[in-house]
């Protein structure tokens, strides 16, 4: 028996819960799709569950003609995908919640011979099952799936807990997980908030004044559009990823939106940063005042003259630079800038103390989002070790 860290109240006391193999509560799905009849392909993400293939792909990755091979899936079902990832280390196993459908053969279908299987689906959401897969399987021919025999799999150990234990935890977690989604939309109408924003409060597109305006300036209708070489000065980095150091005393910043850590500085002061090639071009933005190093393919863009404030050139600059270098790029997907890209591109710059009521604003509004961020990964870690507590591994035993 398994007897978890955290329980119930009324269960403290009771027993530790049994456990049994896999192919003891539930039966291994092989039906093949061999007329044909079903043809909504399905696939488990690590991320996001059992999705429709046309859902999550944007496009049909297999052809209905080539189905008849797959595996006929019902609503209930769950499905091991192999496949490992950040999110899923040795490979998600997730219930299709979705409805009928094929999956690849590729994938293991198996359906539990209870009614109610919530508990099992947060089970697999748990890293309680990980340990026995990784002694159990290998890595295949390709390394990020795993190679593990049906057999094998089947006989996974798995807790059974009582059934009342079983409807407390599966409600405890539901529970959590709507409250994640919850936290997760107001993140999300956040900051679809400041993004309808900002293309009110700047000039749309062949339109020289904003739509939105501060009162004290709704009569303004002077316009004023520079290149950032005439208030700004742009360089990029001499130091490379392996320069960074764990802990280190100064932000570096790399071709990614993560910040990374060293232990010198090339600049102090205000500035944005951008990323010059691969695939944070046009999503990576940085602002900061203050003593950093960052990489030789990062542009930087600092030394702001008295007429540009540094965080309105940073709000406006991330709306509109990804739009530009793809304008600018003969390919359809941007993987390289060139210093002209930033140094011509031409901003609206309205008198400084718009300028930084715009600013001003926005930050707030960051800061909010980022409070709000906070609040939703703090969610998901309460979650995880509550998890680690209420699912007993066998290294618990």
Known sequence: TLTPRLRCPELRNAQGCNTAALEKIAKRVSAKNADGNVIRVLTNSAEHGVLDQR????RDIVTTGKVNGY??????????NPRTSTFAPVGPISRNNI???VMSPLYTVFRFSARHTDFYEHYFRSAGWHSYLRGTASTGARHDRLSITTRAFMQMPIPIPPAAEQQKIAECLTSLDELIAGQGRKVEALKAHKKGLMQQLFPREGETLPRLRFPEYADDDRSSFKPIGDFAKVTT???????KVDDGKYPFFVRSQNVERIDSFSHDGEAVLTSG???GVGKNYHYIDGKFDFHQRVYCIYDFTDHASGQFFFQYFSLHFKKRVKQMSAKNS?????????????IWLPEIAEQQRIADCLSALDALISAETDKLAALKTHKRGLMQQLFPSPEAV
């Open 55 to 58: 859902d999550f792909f944007d």
């Open 71 to 80: 595996y006929v899936v019902d609503r209930g079902d769950f499905v091991y």
């Open 99 to 101: 409805g009928k459908g």
């Open 237 to 243: 980095g001499g130091k490379d990823t392996q320069n």
């Open 277 to 279: 090639d691969g695939v």
């Open 334 to 346: 941007v993987d390289s800038v060139r210093m002209s890209m930033i140094t011509d591109m031409p």
